[in-house]
Each structure stands twice: as structure tokens, then as C-alpha cells.
Nanobody
Framework: VQLQASGGGLMQAGGSLSLSCAASGRTLRRYGMGWFRQAPGKEREFVAAISVSDSTYYADSVKGRFTISIDNAKNTVYLQMNSLKPEDTAVYYC????????????????WGQGTLVTVSS
């Protein structure tokens, strides 16, 4: 499966952005999907995941502010980000795993190219 992430940009703190990850090649319903992010000088970290049965899981740092969802008709997974903070600034990546769901980046098989989110204070 090929993944194409989009939707990043510059936003003021407190604002909202919606990221999209469009898939081609195979239906996303075969995979657990996840969003990760990597800030400058830091390691890639888990943000959110959604399973093949639509169960979701979030990092504590984004819980209550971010929502992961999937549109089967569009074969696209989304990350709605509200109440953005400067510390959310990072390159965001979507990824697919053949597992039901996991927070470990090493267990994801396919990755999108990343989209930059910058949050100003």
C-alpha cells in the first residue's frame, strides 16, 4: 500500500488542523493505521492509532485534543488536531501495519512521506 500524507501547515497556538493520509494500492481496512511525529532533534514518537475494528489509542500528550478516524469510501485516514500547542510542531507521518494496532513504529510496514506542522506561540 502507498500512503500520501497532506494537510500540514502553519497555525497559531489554540488553532486546529486536519491531516489526511490517502492510500492507494490496497484498502486501508486490511491494516492498523497510525500517526507518528518527529520534532527537530527528537526521536519519532507515537501520536495515535486506529485498528481494523475502529478502536483508537492516543499518546497522553494529545489525548482529548487529537482524533484519528478513517473514511473507508475514500480509503483515507485523518488526524484532526485541535487546541494545538507549540510543542505539537513536528513532521507528521502516517503508517500502516499488518497488526491490529500497535504504538511501536518498528512494527509498521508502510510509511507516508510526512507533512510538516508548525504551531506558533
Amino acid at each position: 500500500v502507498q500512503l500520501q500524507a497532506s494537510g500540514g501547515g502553519l497555525m497559531q497556538a489554540g488553532g486546529s488542523l486536519s491531516l489526511s493520509c490517502a492510500a492507494s494500492g490496497r484498502t486501508l481496512r486490511r491494516y492498523g493505521m497510525g500517526w507518528f511525529r518527529q520534532a527537530p532533534g527528537k526521536e519519532r514518537e507515537f501520536v495515535a492509532a486506529i485498528s481494523v475494528s475502529d478502536s483508537t489509542y492516543y499518546a497522553d500528550s494529545v489525548k482529548g485534543r487529537f482524533t484519528i478516524s478513517i473514511d473507508n469510501a475514500k480509503n483515507t485516514v485523518y488526524l484532526q488536531m485541535n487546541s494545538l500547542k507549540p510543542e505539537d510542531t513536528a513532521v507528521y507521518y502516517c503508517a500502516a501495519t499488518t497488526l491490529l494496532m500497535t504504538t511501536s513504529s518498528e512494527l509498521y510496514d508502510y510509511w507516508g512521506q510526512g507533512t510538516l506542522v508548525t504551531v506558533s506561540s
